[in-house]
């Protein structure tokens, strides 16, 4: 099924997600996977490769996602518990850079932008410019091959600055800042269900019909998809399926819609 | 537009504060090359397209490039430049779709280079004329409140009397124009499509009767307009819908005075028609036949030539040959 998916690293990043959108485990071979009706949460492990690979596998395994978002927590020259969404991601290792479409404004989140530094070991470093975490390039590099930039996001809580070091973090103090995140992840799920997906049902079918009864080599088939699916938009309608197996094969199939796309056009 | 890329090197231009003034509300995001973001991959530009975000930059190396062979209204010397990228309407034919990865705007800040590169390209043709297309890879007016780059474009070609301008738009946006003298060395042409034609494929742009009354008030304040028909669309009802289309700009406009008519087909690079009806599966457009020949798509010549040629035949009717510049040959 069609979903969006959160992504985060650790378990204490991910407990009170699974709670607000009623997620339940889901036993996948080599992914920490919960589902629920409307989101899927995947956590990848601590790191931009355990990411990579996480997202990868959950991609092949769940190729309809419709979107991504990377939650969790970071460290900024910023107050602890400050929500920030990504306006770029740059790995610090390899320098390459995502640049996340953003929604409207109007539909965006009311979180600040920022740019997040994906670096290999936690750090001391605060500089103002960068949100510092472990595994945004990992994700981006892993989703955006399969899904535009319009539909892969990070959202970040700050949990460490420079007066309080990652390293007197409290296990107990994640659970509350990542609640923090969740308005910012629902409005953002919001903003990109709006973005519309065409329609193609009914060639869909057709297509289905037809390769399941008569034999079409790969590349007929390919061919055939593109035709049924042009001709259905110039006759408002797809073709008659009925009429179409009457054909018996490929070849015939072809020629008929060869002849058919020859002499339509569309009427202004 | 509520997203604004900015580059470093640019960051301190005094364009790039005025036109930041236009946008107070606007996410201001500070970028090393508009590349990065203009050409990184996964993009989808019929997502973009939704909401653009716009890109300023600066703009390096060759900035003034020779126009295709077939892109001239009868000069000897023609040069296309673009001190933008991309384009606020949405016509389902533009190449820009398959051409571009991204759906945003880029303007380049730096006018003054453009004017040099023009002046010292005008100055190779000593003094035969020399002809400047804008509008290649955008549309020269449509953002023209936001850039005033025609304005300043128009200061400089009030200089150079032996460099002729072209302004390529669909937009009504002509009110700075006719704030100021024509100039006898620019061209304001408008392309024209049938307003169903208008209504279905381009999307945002203004309709047909709008840009005729704009062409009408341009030529009564002295400027020459020029025409551009182009692309011709194949339609069941085509000849119908260009008949009506050309009586009722002939009607309206001092035809004699039309400085210049061009007719182009419909024509797409493959790889860039192949882009396009990934991302509009559903165009009617896109979904007719066409036929490959040079790694260009078009319709089968015959349909070809015989939509050219009706339309040839009308405006031949009306304008004298000189006036009329087929993009490509009509039998
Ligand atoms: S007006 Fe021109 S540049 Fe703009 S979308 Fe239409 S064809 Fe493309």
């Given at each position: 099924?069609?979903?969006?998916?959160?992504?985060?690293?650790?378990?204490?990043?991910?407990?009170?997600?699974?709670?607000?959108?009623?997620?339940?485990?889901?036993?996948?071979?080599?992914?920490?996977?919960?589902?629920g009706d409307k989101v899927r949460l995947l956590q990848c492990g601590l790191g931009k490769l355990s990411a990579a690979a996480s997202v990868n596998l959950f991609l092949h395994l769940y190729p309809q996602t419709t979107s991504i978002i990377n939650v969790g927590i970071a460290g900024a020259d910023l107050p602890i518990g400050t929500v920030v969404m990504a306006h770029t991601i740059r790995d610090k290792g390899s320098?390459?850079?995502?640049?996340?479409?953003?929604?409207?404004?109007?539909?965006?989140?009311?979180?600040?932008?920022?740019?997040?530094?994906?670096?290999?070991?936690?750090?001391?470093?605060?500089?103002?410019?960068?949100?510092?975490?472990?595994?945004?390039?990992?994700?981006?590099s892993a989703a955006c091959p399969r899904l535009n930039t319009a539909l892969v996001h990070s959202v970040k809580v700050i949990s460490d600055n420079v007066q309080n070091s990652w390293t007197a973090l409290s296990k107990n103090k994640v659970p509350e800042l990542m609640l923090k995140t969740i308005p910012c992840i629902d409005q953002l799920l919001l903003a990109m269900a709006s973005n519309k997906t065409i329609d193609?049902?009914?060639?869909?079918?057709?297509?289905?019909?037809?390769?399941?009864?008569?034999?079409?080599?790969?590349?007929?088939?390919?061919?055939?998809?593109?035709?049924?699916?042009?001709?259905?938009?110039?006759?408002?309608?797809?073709?008659?399926?009925?009429?179409?197996?009457?054909?018996?094969?490929?070849?015939?199939?072809?020629?008929?819609?060869?002849?058919?796309?020859?002499?339509?056009?569309?009427?202004? | 537009?509520?997203?604004?890329?900015?580059?470093?090197?640019?960051?301190?231009?005094?364009?790039?504060?005025?036109?930041?003034?236009?946008?107070?509300?606007?996410?201001?995001?500070?970028?090393?090359?508009?590349?990065?973001?203009?050409?990184?991959?996964?993009?989808?530009?019929?997502?973009?397209?939704?909401?653009?975000?716009?890109?300023?930059?600066?703009?390096?190396?060759?900035?003034?490039?020779?126009?295709?062979?077939?892109?001239?209204?009868?000069?000897?010397?023609?040069?296309?430049?673009?001190?933008?990228?991309?384009?606020?309407?949405?016509?389902?034919?533009?190449?820009?779709?398959?051409?571009?990865?991204?759906?945003?705007?880029?303007?380049?800040?730096?006018?003054?280079?453009?004017?040099?590169?023009?002046?010292?390209?005008?100055?190779?043709?000593?003094?035969?004329?020399?002809?400047?297309?804008?509008?290649?890879?955008?549309?020269?007016?449509?953002?023209?409140?936001?850039?005033?780059?025609?304005?300043?474009?128009?200061?400089?070609?009030?200089?150079?009397?032996?460099?002729?301008?072209?302004?390529?738009?669909?937009?009504?946006?002509?009110?700075?124009?006719?704030?100021?003298?024509?100039?006898?060395?620019?061209?304001?042409?408008?392309?024209?499509?049938?307003?169903?034609?208008?209504?279905?494929?381009?999307?945002?742009?203004?309709?047909?009767?709008?840009?005729?009354?704009?062409?009408?008030?341009?030529?009564?304040?002295?400027?020459?307009?020029?025409?551009?028909?182009?692309?011709?669309?194949?339609?069941?009802?085509?000849?119908?819908?260009?008949?009506?289309?050309?009586?009722?700009?002939?009607?309206?406009?001092?035809?004699?005075?039309?400085?210049?008519?061009?007719?182009?087909?419909?024509?797409?690079?493959?790889?860039?028609?192949?882009?396009?009806?990934?991302?509009?599966?559903?165009?009617?457009?896109?979904?007719?036949?066409?036929?490959?020949?040079?790694?260009?798509?078009?319709?089968?010549?015959?349909?070809?030539?015989?939509?050219?040629?009706?339309?040839?035949?009308?405006?031949?009717?009306?304008?004298?040959?000189?006036?009329?510049?087929?993009?490509?040959?009509?039998?």
């Amino acid at each position: 099924m069609t979903k969006p998916c959160i992504i985060t690293a650790l378990p204490i990043e991910s407990k009170c997600l699974v709670d607000n959108y009623r997620l339940s485990f889901v036993k996948t071979a080599n992914l920490n996977l919960y589902d629920g009706d409307k989101v899927r949460l995947l956590q990848c492990g601590l790191g931009k490769l355990s990411a990579a690979a996480s997202v990868n596998l959950f991609l092949h395994l769940y190729p309809q996602t419709t979107s991504i978002i990377n939650v969790g927590i970071a460290g900024a020259d910023l107050p602890i518990g400050t929500v920030v969404m990504a306006h770029t991601i740059r790995d610090k290792g390899s320098n390459r850079k995502w640049y996340p479409h953003l929604p409207e404004s109007r539909n965006s989140p009311k979180a600040e932008l920022k740019e997040i530094l994906t670096v290999d070991k936690p750090c001391d470093e605060y500089k103002s410019e960068f949100v510092y975490d472990m595994e945004a390039s990992g994700i981006f590099s892993a989703a955006c091959p399969r899904l535009n930039t319009a539909l892969v996001h990070s959202v970040k809580v700050i949990s460490d600055n420079v007066q309080n070091s990652w390293t007197a973090l409290s296990k107990n103090k994640v659970p509350e800042l990542m609640l923090k995140t969740i308005p910012c992840i629902d409005q953002l799920l919001l903003a990109m269900a709006s973005n519309k997906t065409i329609d193609q049902a009914a060639t869909t079918a057709l297509f289905d019909e037809l390769i399941s009864t008569l034999h079409f080599t790969q590349t007929e088939q390919h061919a055939l998809k593109d035709k049924l699916q042009r001709l259905t938009n110039l006759l408002d309608e797809p073709p008659s399926a009925t009429s179409l197996l009457n054909l018996k094969n490929a070849k015939n199939i072809h020629a008929h819609l060869d002849a058919k796309l020859e002499s339509v056009a569309p009427t202004y | 537009m509520d997203t604004i890329y900015v580059e470093n090197a640019i960051a301190h231009h005094a364009r790039v504060k005025t036109i930041l003034t236009r946008f107070p509300k606007a996410r201001v995001i500070a970028i090393e090359r508009y590349t990065d973001v203009f050409n990184a991959p996964s993009q989808n530009f019929r997502t973009q397209k939704a909401n653009p975000a716009l890109i300023l930059a600066y703009k390096h190396g060759n900035k003034v490039l020779p126009t295709p062979p077939d892109y001239h209204i009868g000069g000897a010397h023609n040069y296309y430049f673009s001190h933008m990228l991309n384009c606020i309407y949405d016509c389902r034919y533009c190449f820009l779709q398959g051409m571009y990865r991204s759906a945003n705007y880029v303007v380049f800040v730096n006018y003054e280079d453009f004017f040099t590169d023009i002046a010292e390209q005008m100055q190779q043709h000593g003094e035969q004329e020399s002809w400047f297309f804008s509008g290649y890879d955008c549309d020269s007016l449509a953002l023209e409140p936001v850039t005033e780059f025609i304005a300043a474009c128009l200061d400089q070609f009030e200089k150079l009397p032996c460099a002729n301008l072209e302004i390529r738009t669909k937009s009504t946006q002509i009110r700075q124009l006719l704030s100021r003298q024509a100039i006898p060395n620019c061209v304001i042409a408008y392309s024209l499509s049938p307003e169903p034609i208008v209504a279905a494929e381009e999307h945002k742009t203004a309709s047909l009767e709008k840009r005729i009354t704009a062409l009408k008030a341009l030529q009564d304040h002295g400027w020459k307009v020029g025409l551009r028909f182009d692309p011709i669309l194949k339609a069941t009802n085509a000849q119908a819908l260009y008949a009506d289309m050309f009586d009722a700009v002939f009607e309206q406009l001092e035809t004699s005075k039309i400085h210049s008519i061009s007719l182009g087909p419909f024509r797409l690079p493959t790889q860039f028609y192949k882009k396009m009806i990934r991302l509009y599966p559903e165009s009617k457009l896109l979904s007719t036949n066409l036929t490959a020949s040079n790694n260009m798509l078009s319709y089968d010549p015959e349909t070809e030539n015989s939509l050219l040629k009706f339309c040839e035949t009308r405006i031949l009717k009306t304008v004298k040959p000189d006036q009329y510049f087929p993009c490509v040959s009509v039998s």
